[in-house]
């Protein structure tokens, strides 16, 4: 008798390893999606199997995680710098009972796998390649019996994420050597405008240029090399009243006040790659007035435009990533044509980059006709007799 029923546990256990070694057959992964950083791999996916006898199963059981031992994860560099990595995941589940529930749920992991990179130093890590490095990923179910399912093959990339260092003392020069045509007065009530202006003339500067230091090297961490500069242009909007009181139309809106460090790239900003020269300790670029022209930032008509611009500076690694932006300081030179071999000279420091127009004097307003206040003011009078 104990021989029967031994023998009957065994053809059991034989059906039952059979019918999981069908059910991984036909077993196959749905929703896969890849998460890279530049030191980490996360893969997540989901388990589909269709069952005949679905009615007579439990949710656990036609959960098809509840039938695997493990998965075996089997990582190959394309570029064949790394060697071939195999190991055995198998993430866990979270039992969860809400409050006034009599059952159990069954939080799921949010990834299969998560593959860190532990073995490479930061200096490994910071100079990834532009177009990252590729790895080969084959992840095989493996049932309680030992049985391989079709393994999900895919690739993923890990891609740099190290900005560097940008300078934070950068500062925007634009001197202008003004001439007697420059400052004379120019009277909008005349008959006769010259040249037929519709707004003031905007004063050309001489050139523009940046100066700044390279910044240290950091004490922690890698160094992460430089290989571009760009000149960051923000446009705003600004009025002809000047900052006298400070209203809402001249200080602009509370948003536009917070301070720059905070800045982020924003698509309507225009970048001017810079061409630096000179030494770390003192590093300087010359930008030419047709290629503020060619991007937008000088007026073409050569007439002052309601716009003001922030300056940020920005820099890029050799492996493609960008920095933060820092805050540029404005510098504005004046000198005349009598002065140019002197060194004395007016300077400004404006918050934002406003193009100088050329002085103009507006016509008056007409006053108004002294009979019209007296028959408003008789009017007014008779109403109040009126009423009283």
């Not at 260092?165 to 009277?187: F, G, H, M, S």
């Not at 933060?324 to 300077?347: D, G, H």
Request: net charge negative; aromatic share 8%; glycine share 4%.
């Amino acid at each position: 008798m104990n021989r029967l029923n031994r023998k009957r546990d065994d053809e059991f256990i034989l059906l039952t390893l059979a019918k999981l070694a069908l059910l991984l057959i036909h077993l196959s992964f749905s929703g896969s999606s890849i998460f890279t950083d530049a030191n980490t791999i996360a893969i997540t996916w989901d388990l589909v199997q269709s069952y005949a006898d679905a009615d007579r199963l439990t949710n656990l059981q036609k959960d098809p995680e509840q039938h695997l031992s493990h998965y075996e994860v089997r990582r190959r560099s394309l570029d064949g710098r790394d060697p071939e990595t195999v190991y055995r995941v198998k993430s866990a589940a979270v039992l969860h009972k809400e409050e006034n529930a009599s059952t159990l749920t069954l939080l799921k992991p949010r990834f299969q796998v998560v593959d860190h990179f532990t073995t490479e130093s930061l200096d490994d890590v910071a100079s990834l390649p532009t177009e990252g490095r590729s790895y080969l990923y084959s992840i095989t179910p493996i049932d309680f019996a030992g049985n391989a399912g079709h393994p999900l093959t895919l690739v993923a990339t890990r891609y740099p994420n190290e900005p560097p260092r940008v300078p934070v003392n950068a500062e925007l020069q634009i001197p202008y050597q003004l001439t007697a045509d420059d400052i004379k007065l120019y009277d909008m009530g005349a008959e006769h405008p010259p040249e037929n202006m519709t707004g003031p003339r905007v004063i050309e500067p001489t050139k523009c240029q940046v100066t700044w230091v390279e910044p240290p090297p950091p004490r922690t961490g890698p160094t992460v090399a430089i290989d571009d500069y760009f000149l960051v242009f923000r446009r705003e909007t600004t009025l002809p009243i000047g900052s006298y009181g400070l209203d809402s139309s001249t200080q602009q809106p509370r948003t536009k006040l917070l301070p720059t460090s905070n800045a982020r790239p924003l698509q309507t900003d225009i970048k001017i790659k810079l061409q630096p020269q000179g030494l770390s300790g003192g590093r300087y670029a010359t930008i030419d007035l047709e290629t503020l022209e060619q991007a937008g930032i000088f007026p073409q008509s050569r007439r002052w435009q309601p716009d003001s611009w922030k300056v940020y500076f920005q820099t890029v690694s050799t492996n493609g990533v960008p920095s933060a932006l820092a805050p540029v300081q404005l510098l504005l030179t004046f000198q005349t044509k009598e002065q140019k071999n002197t060194i004395a000279s007016e300077e400004r420091r404006p918050a934002s980059l406003e193009w100088l127009p050329q002085p103009i004097q507006l016509a008056l307003l007409p006053p108004e006709d002294q009979r019209q206040l007296w028959v408003k003011l008789i009017s007014l009078c008779l109403k109040q007799a009126h009423i009283g």
